[in-house]
């Protein structure tokens, strides 16, 4: 299939503005991660993240308030994981895009890309061998088939990088 779509604007601005004051909230309980994918070996530091929804469970109270509401919009039938990640531009040492599929065992999946700040870093798909780089700007959303390989590509200049990650079907 390879599909994708981008859709500027995509949450109403209080309904943005109290996700992304959550997520950059100084009290945000962020996890670091070491690699970006599972099966990566790239050379960098890692990231942070957090849970809301992994692994059939619920992990976290905001994933009522604040997720269920972006999964109705989005008209998914059932949710595999939702996270927000932190990218933290000191950590990268390598700039190569490490290209992968978030659940490439399930069937018919999507992945939605919401970002939660502007920046100079941003989104890479590689659909039959073409590179489509989409950049970061705040409120943008990134829909696409899970048969997409993507990449997050690094912020050079601005220091951090934040963005909320949903698998579903």
Do not use: Q
């Amino acid at each position: 299939m390879h599909e994708y779509t981008v859709v500027d604007n995509f949450l109403e601005k209080t309904e943005y503005e109290k996700l992304k004051s959550l997520i950059l909230s100084s009290e945000f309980p962020w996890r670091k991660r070491n690699h970006l994918t599972g099966d990566s070996k790239e050379d960098n530091i890692g990231y942070f993240t957090y849970n809301f929804f992994n692994n059939f469970n619920v992990r976290s109270p905001e994933f009522e308030t604040h997720i269920i509401p972006i999964l109705k919009k989005l008209k998914a039938f059932s949710v595999i994981e939702a996270r927000a990640n932190l990218f933290i531009k000191e950590f990268w040492l390598n700039c190569k895009p490490s290209y992968h599929l978030d659940y490439k065992h399930i069937l018919y999946n999507k992945t939605s890309i919401l970002n939660l700040t502007s920046c100079d870093g941003g989104t890479l798909l590689k659909i039959e061998d073409k590179e489509i780089k989409i950049n970061s700007v705040e409120n943008r959303l990134i829909t696409m088939t899970g048969d997409v390989f993507h990449s997050t590509f690094k912020n050079k200049k601005t220091d951090l990088r934040y963005v909320l990650n949903l698998n579903y079907f």
